[in-house]
């Protein structure tokens, strides 16, 4: 889903988009840091990239470099470094570190971190099935877990623009809409309620189902 949303915002700025495979003049990484293999792989990757265009501009974003900020900063050919957040601004930053021949690292600790990114994306090849994602973070601090710290506390999506964007997908033509998070499970009540009112006025049909520990919810617009 975010690499869908880099890709829109690169777009916007007229840069074509080619396969991983491919020679780039920019890579763009999201890492993951739920296990050491994915840190590993992480690096094999960054040092792949680099290794096909020497030139490149490396930035590294994800769950790794928000809580490793300065081991990922020390991989050889890393420009960009950000975690977990403003990162609507990847694009701004590669082309600050081309321009001023810099290093850029963002990343602030994200424990006390309260606002909700809204990360829209405008423009998809699939019609059939959306993903909106409402909630980002947990509290519960497991023993066994890292994602309190790669992802910061719960913070939820404003409802109304979930709406809207529900709305704006329905509209677009997308026929099925699922809802994400972290710990969806934390919701409000009153949210789960107050939404699907809402998009029962809008489609007429809409109802929800568990998997695993969390919970998500479907509505089909045109069913």
């Given at each position: 889903?975010?690499?869908?949303?880099?890709?829109?915002?690169?777009?916007?700025?007229?840069?074509?988009?080619?396969?991983?495979?491919?020679?780039?003049?920019?890579?763009?990484?999201?890492?993951?840091?739920?296990?050491?293999?994915?840190?590993?792989?992480?690096?094999?990757?960054?040092?792949?990239?680099?290794?096909s265009?020497?030139?490149?501009?490396?930035?590294?974003?994800?769950?790794?470099?928000?809580?490793?900020?300065?081991?990922?900063g020390?991989?050889?050919?890393?420009d960009?470094?950000?975690?977990?957040t403003h990162?609507?601004?990847?694009?701004?930053?590669?082309?600050?570190?081309i321009?001023?021949?810099?290093?850029?690292n963002?990343?602030?600790d994200?424990?006390?971190?309260?606002?909700f990114?809204?990360?829209?994306?405008?423009?998809?090849?699939?019609?059939?099935?959306?993903y909106?994602?409402?909630?980002?973070g947990?509290?519960q601090?497991?023993?066994?877990?890292?994602?309190?710290?790669?992802?910061?506390?719960?913070?939820?999506?404003?409802?109304?623009?979930?709406?809207?964007?529900?709305?704006?997908?329905?509209?677009?033509?997308?026929k099925?809409?699922?809802?994400?998070?972290?710990?969806?499970?934390?919701?409000?009540?009153?949210?789960?309620?107050?939404?699907?009112t809402?998009?029962?006025?809008?489609?007429?049909?809409?109802?929800?189902?568990?998997?695993?520990?969390f919970?998500?919810?479907?509505?089909?617009?045109?069913?």
């Amino acid at each position: 889903m975010k690499q869908k949303l880099w890709k829109n915002y690169l777009k916007k700025k007229g840069y074509q988009i080619v396969e991983s495979d491919e020679v780039a003049d920019i890579y763009v990484i999201n890492t993951c840091t739920v296990t050491n293999l994915g840190d590993r792989k992480s690096r094999q990757f960054i040092r792949r990239a680099k290794r096909s265009n020497k030139n490149s501009i490396i930035a590294v974003v994800g769950c790794y470099s928000q809580v490793a900020p300065d081991e990922v900063g020390k991989i050889e050919g890393v420009d960009v470094v950000i975690g977990t957040t403003h990162r609507d601004k990847i694009v701004d930053l590669c082309e600050k570190a081309i321009t001023n021949n810099e290093k850029i690292n963002i990343v602030k600790d994200i424990k006390g971190y309260k606002d909700f990114e809204n990360l829209d994306i405008i423009n998809v090849k699939s019609k059939t099935r959306a993903y909106i994602k409402i909630q980002e973070g947990c509290n519960q601090f497991c023993s066994y877990c890292i994602i309190p710290y790669a992802r910061g506390p719960i913070r939820s999506r404003n409802l109304k623009d979930i709406i809207e964007e529900t709305k704006r997908l329905s509209e677009a033509g997308f026929k099925e809409i699922i809802l994400t998070g972290d710990t969806c499970g934390f919701l409000w009540e009153g949210f789960r309620a107050s939404y699907f009112t809402r998009c029962n006025r809008r489609s007429g049909k809409s109802r929800w189902y568990r998997k695993n520990t969390f919970k998500f919810y479907r509505t089909n617009f045109n069913r």
